[in-house]
């Protein structure tokens, strides 16, 4: 059995907005040893992910950032808020990708355990940021419940800003007070909320050292009415042909319509070439 609360109605009440500094962007990435972000993966934490209370959003807008700038998506995992899961799954990810994100796991509560878990994978302690702390306390200055809490619930509030001490602490919204906090040069911790990684991984783009615009991949979907089968063999050998270039091939069915051909390569000139040729043979649509 579940049960579904309602939250109440605040669209009576504007807070005021906030205005944050953003955080001074490095001239030498710590990331960046001289060449760009070439592989990724997505670690997505929380109980809430796995028994199908929470729909998983942000690896799909992660995937889609990764493809839009040029890095390779290579693993995303979803995992239990559990301390030995998140130590074995980010320091395998971190010896392995360039550019690693967490999501969820941060809030005040008991099974918040993303940070402390993360600051024992990478041998670190944990110490409160003052920085965060301040901002923090700025956001609810005009929220009433804030005043009204308990000494023990300050503290868990607080616990939102207990980091691995030797992390770097990226402040990437002037109306968010929640960081971007990064471990390794390449783990970046980011909200569950959807709306706030969405944002904060946006804004984040400053920070990395990003694929040129040249490398990046073009995508060229062709629709046809005909079934996969008819054009297996077509795309089969398309693909064979096209592989030396690093253009990929993939169909994906539409349920009794047709089926989508998907061409992806660096040579924009050399995906619409081909998306010509694939109209051709299956009688289909750009």
């Not at 579904?4 to 030498?28: G, R």
Request: net charge negative.
């Amino acid at each position: 059995m579940s049960c579904t609360a309602v939250p109440p109605d605040n669209s009576t009440f504007q807070l005021p907005p906030l205005n944050f500094a953003i955080s001074p962007v490095p001239k030498k990435n710590p990331s960046d040893k001289g060449r760009h972000i070439k592989t990724a993966a997505a670690l997505i934490i929380g109980d809430e992910i796995l028994n199908g209370k929470t729909l998983d959003r942000n690896s799909n807008y992660f995937a889609r950032f990764c493809f839009e700038h040029g890095i390779q998506l290579k693993r995303i995992e979803v995992i239990a808020d559990d301390e030995a899961e998140i130590i074995e799954a980010s320091r395998r990810m971190v010896q392995t990708y360039d550019f690693v994100v967490t999501s969820g796991g941060i809030g005040p509560t008991h099974d918040d355990i993303t940070y402390a878990s993360l600051a024992k994978s990478f041998d670190q302690g944990l110490v409160y940021h003052d920085e965060t702390l301040a901002r923090m306390e700025e956001s609810g200055k005009y929220r009433t419940w804030v005043s009204k809490q308990s000494e023990e619930q300050r503290t868990a509030r607080k616990r939102m800003a207990l980091f691995p001490d030797a992390a770097e602490v990226i402040f990437v919204g002037s109306d968010i007070w929640v960081p971007v906090v990064r471990l390794q040069g390449k783990l970046c911790i980011f909200p569950g909320i959807p709306t706030l990684f969405q944002k904060m991984l946006d804004n984040l783009k400053p920070f990395l050292p990003l694929p040129p615009e040249e490398e990046r991949p073009f995508r060229l979907q062709v629709f046809t009415g005909l079934p996969e089968s008819s054009i297996a063999p077509f795309l089969t050998d398309l693909q064979k042909r096209v592989q030396p270039e690093g253009i990929r091939i993939g169909s994906y069915p539409v349920l009794q319509k047709g089926v989508y051909v998907s061409l992806i390569g660096a040579d924009r000139g050399r995906v619409h070439q081909l998306g010509v040729e694939v109209e051709k043979e299956a009688e289909a649509e750009a």
